[in-house]
């Protein structure tokens, strides 16, 4: 709800200053979270072109390494490359290495940006490639230094209250930090950070009951309701502080979901099935 408000705010000035992009790049990271992947890559489209469109070139390598992590969730391995790559962002090589299966690569890079954050003093860019760090060296096979770095990690991170730094990271930090509490290591934080984990949705994972093969997600239940309601497209975007092709994107995959081609057969066919 927060961020959405901000987004409404500061759309308010996208005409001189560019902070509705950091706005929208923050709910496609909250959307990916909550496992609403398409969701994420078409909003973070969006944002990649209004960026272009509009000059703002600060902004544009943090949508792209926004995007990098939605591409690996989706298996465009190579693309997520090609992106980092042409915006000359390493932590972002790193990822889709890892994605790879190539850890060692990954490593390499990893080390050198450590090196880079220390030397600068960014406590939080070097907390976040330590903790990329202790994924790399488990997938190497090097259990106890991945749990000495991932050890060291987490101590600086507790003062903070860090969760999403680690979360995000998925499986693979959920296994070590697994690792590091059969290991007795700072209990009550890593039990929090794992508590933290089993609150989340798993890729494929599907929780609701409704008669689909392919269930609606919350999103688009949410978007269904105000088509049901005779909204236009525009101003649901209003509504709900999605961009227009955002709002599109939805009604195009409701539409798909409930085999239907129009605005009333997808109300009637939801009605019958109960979704309304």
């Known amino acids: 709800m927060h961020g959405e408000q901000s987004l409404h705010l500061a759309r308010q000035y996208d005409r001189v200053i560019d902070r509705f992009i950091v706005c929208e790049v923050f709910l496609a990271r909250l959307a990916l979270a909550r496992g609403h992947v398409d969701e994420a890559a078409a909003m973070l489209s969006q944002s990649y072109r209004t960026a272009r469109q509009k000059n703002f070139v600060l902004r544009i390598p943090e949508v792209v390494a926004a995007q990098v992590p939605v ?14 790559q042409a915006h000359a962002l390493p932590l972002s090589e790193a990822q889709v290495h890892l994605a790879r299966g190539d850890a ?33 060296l488990h997938a190497l096979g090097e259990g106890d230094r991945a749990l000495r770095r991932l050890s060291d990690a987490l101590a600086l991170a507790e003062p903070e209250g860090f969760i999403r730094l680690f979360v995000d990271k998925g499986e693979p930090m959920r296994q070590l930090l697994g690792a590091a509490s059969a290991k007795g290591a700072m209990l009550e934080y890593v039990g929090k950070l794992l508590a933290a984990f089993d609150a989340e949705p798993r890729p494929g994972e599907r929780k609701s009951a409704q008669p689909l093969i392919e269930p609606l997600s919350p999103r688009e239940l949410e978007v269904l309701q105000l088509i049901a309601q005779g909204l236009s497209n525009q101003a649901i975007g209003e509504r709900l502080f999605l961009a227009l092709d955002t709002v599109k994107g939805h009604n195009r995959r409701i539409f798909e979901k409930l085999g239907v081609s129009r605005r009333t057969e997808a109300v009637a066919r939801a009605r019958a099935l109960g979704l309304l």
């Open 71 to 84: 591409l690996l969730r989706q298996g465009r391995h190579d693309e997520a490359m090609r992106l980092a």
């Open 104 to 136: 060692a690569a990954a490593l390499a890079l990893l080390d050198g940006l450590y090196a880079h954050a220390d030397a600068g003093n960014w406590a939080d860019e070097r907390l976040n490639v330590m903790a990329w760090q202790a994924i790399a």
